[in-house]
């Protein structure tokens, strides 16, 4: 097992297009989790599923964010009508239940031009 | 809601000297868990140290070791014999159990930027 994996790197979009990002967690996590992180700050909790169900949402989730992990394995979080404002890496993280710490992937870095 | 603060921005630190990085937060949970987490110029988010609020001994893992202070709310991380690959940003965070609540939500500090000098 490689890890968390996260797809693409970087993405580089103009305003108003609509981006998807791809997480593959480590195979026996059933818990997924999305996150946020803007220059200087420490990563924001977006959305998390428990297998195929999304059990929660952050209010930094607006309508024009929507997660989705199918079968249970990987996930993808597309955002519609990017604005400058959603720049940011975006961490994808797995984990077990109860298990307390997660293991993160090494993110998708979004620019908005 | 909880917060996490980190008051240290920035940090310098001769190689194989020690160096301790602070970090309070704020919660009226008693069950959770707090955490360090190195975040290398590679980007991806490495688990340094962990501390089970239940637990009153302090974690260690080699030359990383905590002062965890549940009253006062206080989770410290001390590097010890520090090496030119702990540069790094370092991010304290903390989950509640919560238990039927947020399970999701592991809170960040806004980090604090170790250089480790030769």
């Not at chain 2, 520090?82 to 947020?102: H, I, R, T, V």
Request: glycine share 8%; charged share 20%.
């Amino acid at each position: 097992d490689t890890g968390v994996s996260q797809d693409p790197r970087h993405k580089i979009t103009k305003r108003g297009q609509n981006v998807t990002f791809r997480c593959d967690p480590i195979s026996e996590h059933n818990r997924l989790y999305w996150y946020r992180q803007t220059l200087g700050q420490g990563p924001e909790f977006l959305t998390y599923f428990q297998n195929e169900a999304q059990l929660e949402k952050s209010r930094l989730l607006s309508d024009r964010f929507s997660a989705e992990r199918p079968k249970g394995s990987f996930s993808t979080l597309e955002i519609q009508r990017t604005e400058q404002g959603d720049s940011a890496m975006y961490l994808c993280a797995s984990s077990l239940p109860g298990q307390g710490s997660y293991t993160f992937g090494s993110g998708t870095r979004l620019t908005v031009v | 809601a909880q917060t996490v603060t980190q008051s240290q921005p920035e940090m310098s630190v001769q190689e194989a000297e020690t160096v301790t990085l602070s970090c309070t937060y704020d919660t009226s949970e008693s069950d959770y868990y707090l955490f360090w987490y190195k975040q290398p110029p590679s980007r991806q988010m490495i688990l340094v140290i962990r501390q089970e609020a239940y637990k009153q001994q302090n974690a260690t893992e080699n030359r990383f070791s905590v002062n965890f202070q549940k009253a006062a709310k206080s989770f410290s991380l001390k590097i010890s014999d520090s090496q030119l690959g702990d540069a790094a940003m370092y991010f304290c965070a903390y989950k509640g159990m919560n238990y039927g609540g947020s399970q999701g939500n592991l809170i960040f500090g806004k980090g604090t930027k170790l250089s480790v000098k030769p």
